[in-house]
């Protein structure tokens, strides 16, 4: 027994040894690689001190992933990112510029080649093998403790943790599926494009071959003007690089049919719209695509690249057919049936009122007006931007409209859910100054989104729908569509926006307006590719 106890003794003083040993052998060996790693890096910085006794100016590169680089070391063992560097042609970085010049300086070509090297000229001097000592990594913190027990057992408990959690993210996405597909007894098709059934997800067609066809053109290299203050970002930028940079970032093309892309657009209500559709104060607001949606564009680029594949319907004169379905404000009334009878030639007579002109550029400028208007703004304001001379006086139609908005805003903020939407406003949204303008404002999204709704639906009976643009839709160019007149679709359409809004203003808000008459029209296409 005795003889046996000291052979367990002596072999677990050996294990122990042999774990400090090992232990003390992994520490060395790492502080080795990391002075191995420091003595390189010092060999390389070296490189900078022996090109300076040599007598030559050594340039470092002082912007980029090679930042602190000299711009010779770059340009001998990075070819790729000189080649990346020299197909910049409109760089507008005055280091990449300089770096660029450098490059050409010394003889350096562009090519697709990964080894492609400067060539020798007068100002190249080959560098020896101790001026370019390129350090190696280290390796990975992950790969450094697979080389001991412990390490591993850690890196295999990381990949058991990580499994088991991405397992249960595919369950919670896996549980999730469209409105339309999660029922009892479906389930989510398998490589299947999804439909365009839910508000959520939408694939919209883009037509790439007519950008291939209009990209050259004088069309495209002009700049963008734009006036709507939600495309500002793209004011003053060449139509062509706008277009480019969506394709590029925003579109996967088609790997079957040739000219063909797809945007795969997400809508959500904004934060606002959400909560006041969460409290039940209106049934839907407006839904935005973001940077993915073609309507994001600048219209001229939108009916570019959706107008070959789509119909484009809107509802004419929406808002204000919105507020007349609402108020109960005889003024209001009375101004808003003079405006929806004849509203094109009331505008054209306020354009030549105000800038001796009704042509379409004027009169945009004035449905702008009206726009402002109706959320309480001011004629001053609009008069100053677009140079109204002071001399002219206010057109008739103009001042009425601009007394009435107010009370109608008023009107609707003490509506039992305008109280409590305004409240909500003040203490949760501080930054919208105008609480009654901002309900104002959902009130009529509410509206605009029963009929996008109905237009939904038709669109589904059909091929299907692209963009969602507020009021507007676009359906697909099918074969059923194409076997529809357009008068009929859009009697078809505008039969069924109207019925919805009047019988949901009547059910809701209890406002009986069965003479009104919702118009929805198809807009001509600009572009049908060839």
């Known amino acids: 027994r005795r003889a046996l106890s000291k052979v367990q003794v002596l072999a677990a003083m050996a294990t122990i040894l042999g774990c400090l040993a090992h232990r003390c052998l992994g520490a060395v060996g790492h502080a080795f690689i990391q002075c191995q790693h420091v003595t390189r890096r010092v060999r390389a910085c070296s490189s900078c001190s ?44 005055p280091e990449l510029i300089a770096f660029k010049k450098f490059l050409r300086e010394i003889g350096f070509e562009r090519t697709s080649k990964q080894s492609s090297r400067p060539k020798h000229s007068q100002h190249w001097k080959q560098p020896t093998s101790k001026q370019w000592v390129k350090p190696k990594r280290l390796q990975p913190r992950k790969q450094q403790e697979e080389r001991t027990i412990q390490g591993w057992v850690k890196m295999r408990r990381r990949r058991i943790t990580q499994s088991r959690s991405a397992n249960s ?37 883009v037509d790439l071959a007519s950008y291939d066809l209009y990209k050259d053109s004088s069309l495209l290299n002009r700049l963008c003007m734009t006036d709507d203050e939600f495309k500002a970002d793209f004011r003053n930028q060449p139509y062509h690089r706008i277009l480019c940079k969506y394709i590029d970032q925003q579109v996967q093309r088609d790997g079957v049919e040739p000219g063909v892309g797809w945007a795969s657009v997400r809508y959500r209500q904004d934060e606002l719209g959400q909560r006041l559709v969460e409290k039940g104060l209106i049934k839907g607001a407006r839904v935005y695509g973001g940077r993915r949606d073609p309507f994001h564009l600048p219209s001229l680029l939108n009916e570019l690249l959706t107008d070959k594949f789509y119909l484009n319907l809107d509802d004419s004169k929406a808002h204000h057919y919105y507020m007349r379905a609402l108020t109960q404000n005889p003024d209001g009334i009375l101004v808003l049936d003079e405006f929806l009878t004849n509203a094109d030639l009331l505008m054209e007579e306020i354009a030549e009122h105000y800038f001796s002109n009704s042509s379409l550029e004027f009169t945009k400028k004035v449905k702008t007006l009206l726009h402002s208007l109706a959320m309480d703004g001011s004629v001053g304001s609009w008069r100053n931007r677009q140079g109204v001379h002071e001399g002219i006086v206010e057109h008739s139609f103009v001042s009425r409209f601009a007394a009435v908005m107010p009370k109608i805003t008023q009107e609707f903020a003490q509506m039992p859910a305008g109280k409590e939407a305004t409240a909500l406003i003040r203490k949760d949204f501080p930054d919208r100054t105008h609480p009654g303008r901002t309900w104002k404002s959902f009130l009529l999204q509410e ?84």
């Open 50 to 93: 022996v090109l300076r006794a040599e007598g030559r100016d050594v340039q470092m590169m002082e912007f980029g992933k090679y930042k602190s680089s000299t711009r010779e070391y770059v340009a001998r063992t990075q070819p790729s990112y000189c080649n990346w560097a020299l197909q910049q042609e409109q760089a507008n970085c």
């Open 169 to 205: 993210i595919a369950q919670s996405l896996g549980s999730y599926s469209e409105p339309h597909l999660n029922k009892p007894g479906k389930q989510r098709p398998k490589n299947k494009k999804l439909r365009n059934a839910d508000v959520d997800l939408v694939r919209i067609r």
């Open 447 to 530: 509206l605009e989104f029963v009929s996008r709704e109905a237009k939904r639906v038709i669109a589904n009976k059909y091929e299907g729908h692209g963009s969602l643009e507020h009021d507007g839709i676009k359906i697909l160019r099918g074969t059923r569509v194409q076997s529809v007149s357009e008068e009929d679709l859009e009697r078809e359409l505008r039969l069924a926006a109207t019925k919805s809004i009047h019988d949901f203003v009547q059910y809701k808000y209890g406002r009986n307006n069965e003479g009104l008459i919702l118009p929805v029209l198809i807009k001509p296409a600009s572009f049908m590719g060839e």
